[in-house]
């Protein structure tokens, strides 16, 4: 889904009336349309809480990809500090219901890591290394360097 939005944004949202018209205009996406605009709305105004809230309450229902909960968890890890709201994108991570991605442990390592967890996120990178992918184990090893050394892998 592809949208360019201009203007400030609303400091209000009528949920109720918007999935009103949703349903009416467009029954077969609204569910979907509803989904992303939630998630796009509370990054933009950085409501960790509410956005964790949504990916949580929909997590369950197995009603988003793997890059969905990706880009939300990013978004949380690069605007968040609060370590509830961390913690709860954590718990993601450890939940049998996130759609399975052989590159999801980056990011379990990244909320790790923000969490001050840094030899459990060492620990999750370690338990990724390949013996077919030299590759790979050069970027784990350098993460695990950034992360000894105090720094994240997202940082220069």
């Given amino acids: 889904m592809m949208v360019i939005y ?9 949920w109720a ?3 009103k018209r949703l349903d009416h205009d467009y029954p077969r996406f609204s569910s979907t349309i509803m989904d992303y605009s939630k998630f796009s709305y509370y990054s933009w105004t950085k409501d960790w809480t509410n956005l964790a809230k949504i990916i949580t309450h929909q997590l369950y229902k197995r009603k988003f990809t793997y890059r969905f909960i990706e880009n939300a968890t990013q978004s949380i890890i690069n605007g968040c500090d609060d370590k509830m709201i961390l913690n709860e994108a954590l718990k993601w991570y450890n939940s049998k219901d996130i759609p399975e991605d052989p590159y999801s442990f980056w990011t379990k390592s990244d909320l790790l890591f923000k969490l001050g967890r840094i030899d459990d996120a060492i620990s999750e990178l370690d338990l990724h290394r390949s013996e077919d992918d030299e590759h790979k184990n050069e970027q784990i090893e350098s993460a695990i360097k950034k ?5 994240s892998r997202w940082t220069s």
């Fill in 6 to 14: 201009s203007g400030e944004i609303q400091k209000k949202v009528n």
């Fill in 147 to 151: 992360m000894r050394d105090g720094k």
């Fill in 17 to 19: 009336a918007l999935k």
